[in-house]
């Protein structure tokens, strides 16, 4: 019997901690400042959502990126656009799920049209969408990446820093 209350012990714990992970949830005004950093680091910024196919099938190369990039001075930032009331539902297991260990915040701000063009001009709101920017440049894809990819451009931009 002890021994089964240890392991429940544990079980709890783990489940706990996986869950454990504050999510910020911003409106636009609180967020834009997120995406103009002006300081000697390289800034990825992810939109998606648990609901997007796609986003999701990105997710391992992010994961990656940014487990390869850990020593250099690239901030990840995946920006939630789940509705907040599936917060705890949808996005906190997804987290675990997809093991993200990078910052994840929930972007909170239904009226798009105000602020997608804010993010990039020429984003027409579809995601996945990445931004990466530094002091020195500003890119946007509207579009999923596979790892190479996005390792070749992280390298370039890094090297530019």
């Known amino acids: ?29 609180e967020f834009e400042s997120l995406i103009h950093k002006q300081t000697d680091s390289l800034y990825v910024v992810n939109f998606w959502a648990t609901w997007c196919v796609p986003c999701v099938n990105e997710l391992p190369a992010f994961n990656k990126m940014a487990a390869k990039y850990a020593n250099k001075k690239l901030k990840v930032l995946m920006v939630s656009l789940d509705m907040p009331k599936h917060l705890e539902s949808r996005l906190k297991p997804a987290i675990t799920k997809y093991n993200i260990k990078s910052e994840v915040v929930l972007l909170d701000d239904p009226d798009f049209n105000s602020w997608i063009n804010k993010v990039d001009p020429t984003w027409s709101g579809g995601i996945p969408a990445t931004l990466i920017y530094s002091r020195k440049s500003r890119s946007f894809y509207e579009k999923g990446f596979e790892f190479e990819e996005l390792d070749k451009i992280i390298q370039f931009k890094i090297n530019e820093l």
């Open 1 to 29: 019997m002890k021994r089964f209350t240890s392991i429940l012990i544990l079980c709890f714990s783990l489940y706990h901690l996986s869950y454990s992970q504050q999510i910020k949830v911003y409106n636009f005004n």
